[in-house]
RNA sequence: GCCUCGGUGGCGGAAUUGGUAGACGCACUGGACUUAAAAUCCAGCGACUGUAUAAGUCGUGCCGGUUCGACUCCGGCCCGAGGCACCA
C-alpha cells in the first residue's frame, strides 16, 4: 500500500474494534481467564503522559496477544481521582472538584483511544463516583469492626503562616510548599489502619507471589522486622519497671544505663526533683526539633540524667537511667538498655558523660604477639611484609595473614628462598617471627580467598595481597597432629561459605584496630560472651538463645519482634477525599454509621481551603456534621476528616471485576473467577505504599470472606521512566515535557508504540530520542509499503520467520519488547531482499500486530481478508523449521577465533575436528604438531589448545 | 552508613546453563537517483598498527582470580541511580 494515511486509518479501526467489542472480557466464557492490569492514574490537567503510553502499550500487547492464544482477556481502566491538585485547583477557580475531574477524565479517555489501547471500557471505574467510594467507606467500617482502625493522636505538618494542615508531599525541605514557611508538627487525633498486624504475613507471603525481586526486597526493608527480646527493668524505689527492646539480649550483663525517649510516659514519674528542671527544658527542646533536625544531628548525642536507677536484672546492679533522643519513642518500647562496649551509639553516648563500658563480649580471633612484625625485607621482591596472627579466643589455634604493601601477582610468591614452597616460607618466617618452633602447616587458602581478608577494612585499601595460610602452633612437647583429627578440626575455618563467615566480620577489624592502636573498645560484632556468668563461652548466636529462655523462666521478659513499617494514618485534613463515615456521640463516643447510609456523600461546601484550625472544609458545615449518633439517637458530630488518596487505590482491581453491582462490592462467584489479579504492571513509586497497603486491604477482606485469594496479584512487574532527550525528568517546571497527542498526530499512534516498546529495556529508564521516532515511523513505512511478493519462499526467510516468531512469542512473555521489535527489523531486512509469499507476509502481520495493531488491520483487510486480526489466532512456529540448514563455526585457537568453517548444521563432531584440522590458518598456527586437546560445543564452536 | 539495581562504540542498546562482543536502531561518512533539496536505495562505521588490501594487537568502569576460552563466574575497589537511615 503506497499511502498509509495514519490519521483516517487509525480511526477507522479504533470505531471497527468497538462496534465489534472484541475487547470485552466476558464473565461467562468458558475460555480461561487473564487479569491483566495497569496502575490506574490520576487525571491531571496535564493529559496523559508519555509514560503511561509506555506502561499501557506494553501490557496492551500482552493483552492483545492472549487473546489471540484463546485467552479470556481482562484489561480495564480506571481514574484514582481523589487528591490534592484537583483540591488546589478547585480552591484557585472554585469550580468543584468533580467537575474538574469529568473534564480530564473525558480528555485521558479519548487519548488513551487514539492509541488504539484495547481495555474493557464497560468496565470503566472512578473513586469519587459515590457508587464506587460506598464501597471504600464499607471496607472502613469492616476495619473498625475488627478493630483495625482507631484514633490516636499524630503530628501533622502545619503551616502556621498558611493554618493549614500539610499533606507530606506539600512539603519540600521542611517548608510549605504553597508560601515557603517552616512548618510544624502539630498533634491531631487521626484515624489509624493498623496495617502493622498484618506486617508478618505480608513478608512471609512475597514467597508465594512472582514480584520482581527488587520490589520483594525493597518491601522486607520497609516493613524491615527484627527479631530480637523484651526486657524487663525495675525501678529503684518507684513501683514501676521499665521495658527495653533490644536485639542482643546476649549482652544484658553489659548494660550499664537505660536511656528512655525523652517523650516517654514514664519519664515525669520518676525525675527526681533536683533534675526536674533539665529534664523538662531537654523535652520541650526536642518537641521543637523537627524530623529532619534530629537526624541531622546524628554525630553529637545529648541526654539528661532522671536522677532515677533501674536493677539490671542480670546481675542486679543499680544502673542510671537518662533521657536522650537518640531513643526515639516511635520504635519499639521507647526505651533501650545501653550497652557501651558493644554498641557504637551507646558507646559513644557513655563517653560523652563519663558513664561506665563493661566488656561481655570478645572476638572469636585475639590479637597475638606477631601482629606488629612488620619489618623491611632485603633480598626478595617485598620490602614490607607484614603478619597478622590471629588465636581463636579459646582453643589453640591461630590464623595467620600476609601481606604486602608492594605486593606480588598471582603466581609469584614474595618472601621465598631458595627453593622452598610457599608452605615453607610460611613456616620459616612464622618461626623468625614468634619464636615458635614447632609450626604445622595447614591449609594454604591461596589467591581465591586472600582477598577477604584485607577487604574488611578501607586502611588497608593499599595492600596487595599475597597468600593467607592456616598455621596450627604446636607445643614442643605435644605429639604432632593426627592430620585427620587437623581436618575435623579445621573445616570449620576453612569450609566455603564458614570462613566467609568468619572473615569478613568485625574480628579481624578489631584485631587490626588493637594492631594500629586505634581500638575503640567497642565492639559491635557476633563474638564470644565474657563476664556475663552463665553465658560465658557461648557464641553470641547460643548465647541469645540462652538469654531468651532465661528471661522467660526468670519472668523477665520474651522474645519478640519488631518492625518498622508503622501504623497507616488514614486522615487528612482535606475536602476532596472519601468522607469516613464515623460519628462522635457524647455519650456513646466514636461510632460508625449505618452501612444502609452509605454511600456517605461529599456535600457540597463554598470554600476548599482546610479550615484555620486544621480540619477539614467539611467542619464549616453545620448541618452535616450535627447529627444523630446511631447508637443511642442522641446528638453526635461527624468526622470531618476524609480518607487519603490511597483508599480508593487499595481495592479498584476488585471492582473491575463487578464494576456496576449496587449490592456488594463484587459478586463472589465473579471474584472467585477473576482473582487474582494474573499481571500487574506499575511504578516502583509505589512499591512501599500503594502495593503495600493494597495487599494489606485484600489480605484483610479474604480474612473477612469477601474476596477468595490472600494475595491480590500473582505477578508484578514494573516500567522504567521515560526521561527528556538531556537525560533529566520530565516536567513542567523544565519544559522538556513531551506531549504524547502531538506524537499521535503527526506519526501515527503505531509509530509511537512501537518506538516506545524499542526504545530499551522495558524496565530500565531510557531518555527520549526524536531521531528514534522517525526511525521508527521508517520502519512502518517500508511495511507499508512491501510488495515484494514471491510466489515461493526461499528457505531462509521461511527459516527466519519461524525463528522470528518464536523469539517474538517468548519475548513478549518476558516483556523483552525491545529485543523483539528487533526481530521484526531483521525479518523485513530478509524479505525486502528476498522477497516472501503473501502467506508469510500475513504469519510476519500476525506476530507484529498487538505492537503495530491499526497498519496490521489496514494491510490485513488490504489482502482480502474479511475478519478482524485480533478474532485470528496467534501465529505458532514449528521447531524444525527455525533450525538453520549451514551455520557459521569459528575455530579458536587457545582461546582466540582464528578461523571460520561454513559447515552444515548437523555435521558429525570426527568431520568437523578434521576440517578444523586441515584448514590452512588452523594448519599455520599448528606448525606441524598436534594439539593438545580439541573442544567442541555442539553447533557453536571449536577450539584447539595448542 | 545500610539495602537494591546498574556501568558495553559518537548515542539507545544486543549478546546468560562461560563459547564469534557490538545484533537492531539512531547519528555520522561516501555513493546512486535529482537541476537542487527532501524522501528513497547502496556501501562504510570500536580503537590502534598496516598499504583503503592481507594480517595483527588492544578493547565490555578499575585491580586480581578461576578457565582452552570471561561482558557473563569468584573476590575486592571505583563511579552512577533509587530506597532506607540514631531502628536499639
New binding site residues.
Given amino acids: 500500500m503506497k499511502n498509509y494515511d495514519h490519521k483516517k486509518s487509525e480511526k477507522k479501526w479504533q470505531e471497527k474494534w468497538a462496534e465489534a467489542k472484541v475487547f470485552r472480557a466476558l464473565d461467562d466464557s468458558p475460555k480461561q481467564k487473564y487479569y491483566c492490569l495497569i496502575e490506574f492514574p490520576y487525571p491531571s490537567g496535564e493529559g496523559l503522559h508519555i509514560g503511561h503510553v509506555r506502561s499501557c502499550t506494553a501490557m496492551d500487547i500482552v493483552a492483545r496477544k492472549k487473546r489471540m492464544e484463546g485467552f479470556n482477556v481482562l484489561y480495564p481502566m480506571g481514574w484514582d481521582a481523589f487528591g490534592l491538585p484537583a483540591e488546589n485547583y478547585a480552591i484557585k477557580t472554585g469550580q468543584h472538584p468533580s467537575k474538574i475531574v469529568e473534564k480530564n477524565v473525558a480528555i485521558f479517555k479519548k487519548q488513551c483511544q487514539s492509541l488504539g489501547l484495547s481495555f474493557d471500557w464497560e468496565r470503566e471505574v472512578n473513586t469519587t463516583d459515590p457508587e464506587y467510594y460506598k464501597w471504600t467507606q464499607w471496607i472502613f467500617l469492616q476495619l473498625y469492626k475488627k478493630g483495625l482502625a482507631y484514633k490516636k493522636k499524630m503530628p501533622i505538618n502545619w503551616c502556621p503562616s498558611c493554618k493549614i494542615g500539610l499533606a507530606n508531599e506539600e512539603v519540600i525541605d521542611n517548608k510549605c510548599e504553597r508560601c515557603g514557611a517552616e512548618t510544624i508538627k502539630k498533634e491531631l487525633n487521626q484515624w489509624m489502619l493498623k496495617i502493622t498486624e498484618y506486617a508478618d504475613r505480608l513478608i512471609e507471603d512475597l514467597e508465594t507471589v512472582n514480584y520482581l525481586?527488587?520490589i520483594k526486597?525493597?518491601q522486607i526493608?520497609?516493613i524491615?522486622r527484627?527479631y530480637?527480646a523484651e526486657v524487663n527493668f525495675k525501678v529503684k524505689s518507684f513501683n514501676e519497671s521499665i521495658k527495653v527492646?533490644?536485639?542482643?539480649p546476649d549482652t544484658l550483663f553489659g548494660a550499664t544505663f537505660l536511656v528512655l525517649?525523652p517523650e516517654h510516659e514514664l519519664v515525669n514519674k520518676i525525675i527526681t526533683s533536683d533534675q526536674e528542671k533539665e529534664i523538662l527544658k531537654y523535652q520541650d527542646e526536642a518537641k521543637h526539633k523537627s524530623d529532619l533536625e534530629?537526624?541531622e544531628?546524628?554525630k553529637e548525642?545529648t541526654g539528661v540524667f532522671t536522677g532515677a536507677y533501674a536493677i539490671n536484672p542480670a546481675n542486679g546492679l543499680e544502673i542510671p537511667i537518662w533521657i536522650a533522643?537518640?531513643?526515639?519513642s516511635s520504635?519499639?518500647t521507647?526505651a533501650?538498655m545501653a550497652v557501651p562496649a558493644h554498641?557504637e551509639?551507646d558507646f559513644s553516648f557513655a563517653n560523652k558523660y563519663s558513664l561506665p563500658v563493661k566488656q561481655v563480649l570478645a572476638p572469636l580471633f585475639e590479637f597475638t604477639s606477631g601482629l606488629d612484625a612488620i619489618r623491611p625485607d632485603k633480598e626478595t621482591r617485598r620490602r614490607k611484609t607484614a603478619y597478622v596472627f590471629l588465636k581463636h579466643w579459646s582453643e589453640d589455634k591461630y590464623l595467620c595473614l600476609d601481606w604486602s604493601k608492594f605486593g606480588w601477582?598471582?603466581?609469584v610468591i614474595g618472601g621465598v628462598e631458595g627453593n622452598e614452597t610457599f608452605e615453607e616460607a610460611g613456616i620459616r618466617e612464622i618461626k623468625e617471627e614468634t619464636g615458635y618452633q614447632n609450626i604445622k602447616f595447614i591449609k594454604n587458602l591461596g589467591?581465591?580467598l586472600h582477598?577477604?581478608f584485607f577487604?574488611a577494612h578501607k586502611d588497608i585499601?593499599n595492600y596487595a595481597i599475597g597468600q593467607v595460610m592456616l598455621f596450627q602452633l604446636v607445643d614442643d612437647k605435644q605429639k604432632e597432629v593426627d592430620p585427620e583429627e587437623v581436618k575435623n578440626h579445621t573445616a570449620v575455618w576453612v569450609a566455603g561459605k564458614e570462613i566467609e563467615k568468619f572473615l569478613?566480620m568485625a574480628h579481624f577489624l578489631y584485631a587490626w584496630k588493637i594492631m594500629k592502636g586505634t581500638e575503640s573498645e567497642c565492639f559491635a560484632g557476633a563474638g564470644v560472651a565474657i563476664n556475663s556468668d552463665f553465658l560465658d563461652g557461648l557464641d553470641t548466636a547460643t548465647a541469645i538463645q540462652t538469654m531468651n529462655k532465661w528471661l522467660v523462666d526468670m519472668g523477665l521478659g520474651k522474645k519478640t519482634a519488631?518492625y518498622?513499617l508503622r501504623d497507616w494514618v488514614f486522615s487528612r485534613q482535606h475536602y476532596w477525599g472519601e468522607p469516613i463515615p464515623m460519628v462522635n456521640c457524647e455519650k456513646c463516643g466514636w461510632q460508625p454509621i449505618n452501612e444502609k447510609e452509605l454511600p456517605l456523600e461529599l456535600p457540597d461546601v463554598e470554600k476548599y481551603e482546610p479550615t484555620q484550625t486544621g480540619e477539614s472544609p467539611l467542619a464549616s458545615i453545620d448541618s452535616w456534621v450535627k447529627t444523630t449518633c446511631p447508637n443511642c439517637g442522641g446528638p453526635a458530630l461527624r468526622e470531618t476528616d476524609t480518607m487519603p488518596n490511597w483508599a480508593g487505590s487499595s481495592w479498584y482491581f476488585l471492582r473491575y471485576i463487578d464494576s456496576k453491582n449496587k449490592e456488594m462490592l463484587a459478586d463472589p462467584e465473579k471474584l472467585k473467577k477473576w482473582m487474582p489479579v494474573d499481571l500487574y504492571n506499575g511504578g516502583?513509586e509505589h512499591t512501599?505504599l500503594h502495593l503495600l497497603y493494597s495487599r494489606f486491604w485484600n489480605k484483610f477482606l479474604y480474612d473477612i470472606d469477601v474476596v477468595p485469594t490472600s494475595e491480590p496479584y500473582a505477578q508484578r512487574v514494573s516500567h522504567g521512566m521515560i526521561l527528556a532527550p538531556d537525560g533529566q525528568k520530565m516536567s513542567k517546571s523544565r519544559g522538556n515535557v513531551i506531549n504524547p497527542d502531538q506524537i499521535v498526530s503527526e506519526f501515527g499512534a503505531d509509530v509511537l508504540r512501537l518506538y516506545e516498546m524499542f526504545?530499551?529495556?522495558y524496565d530500565?529508564p531510557?531518555?527520549w530520542?526524536l531521531?528514534?521516532v522517525?526511525?521508527i515511523k521508517?520502519?512502518l513505512?517500508?511495511i507499508a509499503a512491501f510488495e515484494n511478493f514471491v510466489e515461493e519462499d526461499h528457505y531462509d526467510v521461511t527459516s527466519l520467520l519461524h525463528r522470528t516468531i518464536k523469539k517474538v512469542t517468548e519475548d513478549i512473555d518476558a516483556r523483552?519488547f525491545?529485543?523483539a521489535v528487533?526481530a521484526f527489523?531483521?525479518f523485513m531486512?530478509e524479505i525486502?531482499?528476498k522477497g516472501c509469499t503473501k502467506d508469510a507476509f500475513k504469519k510476519f502481520l500476525k506476530i507484529i500486530y498487538p505492537f503495530i495493531p491499526h497498519l496490521v488491520e489496514e494491510l490485513w483487510s488490504d489482502l482480502g481478508e474479511k475478519e478482524l486480526v485480533q478474532s485470528q489466532k496467534w501465529q505458532e512456529y514449528n521447531d524444525e523449521l527455525a533450525i538453520l540448514q549451514e551455520v557459521?563455526i569459528?575455530v579458536?585457537i587457545?582461546?582466540?577465533?582464528?578461523a571460520?568453517l561454513s559447515v552444515a548444521v548437523d555435521i558429525a563432531e570426527k568431520d568437523l575436528k578434521e576440517l578444523a584440522l586441515s584448514n590452512e590458518i588452523v594448519q599455520k598456527y599448528l606448525e606441524g604438531k598436534e594439539p593438545k586437546?580439541i573442544?567442541y560445543?555442539q553447533g557453536?564452536?571449536i577450539?584447539l589448545?595448542i
Fill in positions: 525481586d527488587k526486597t525493597q526493608n520497609w524491615g527484627s530480637g527492646f533490644t536485639t542482643r525517649s534530629r537526624t544531628l546524628q548525642k533522643d537518640y531513643v526515639l520504635y519499639g521507647g533501650i554498641d551509639r601477582h598471582s603466581g589467591g581465591e582477598n577477604h577487604a585499601n569478613n519488631n518498622h516502583m512501599t526504545m530499551g529495556p530500565q531510557v531518555a530520542d531521531n528514534g522517525k526511525g521508517r520502519f513505512d517500508r523483552r525491545n529485543t528487533s527489523m531483521i531486512n525486502q531482499a557459521e569459528p579458536q587457545n582461546g582466540k577465533v582464528r571460520k586437546k573442544i560445543i557453536k564452536l577450539s589448545v
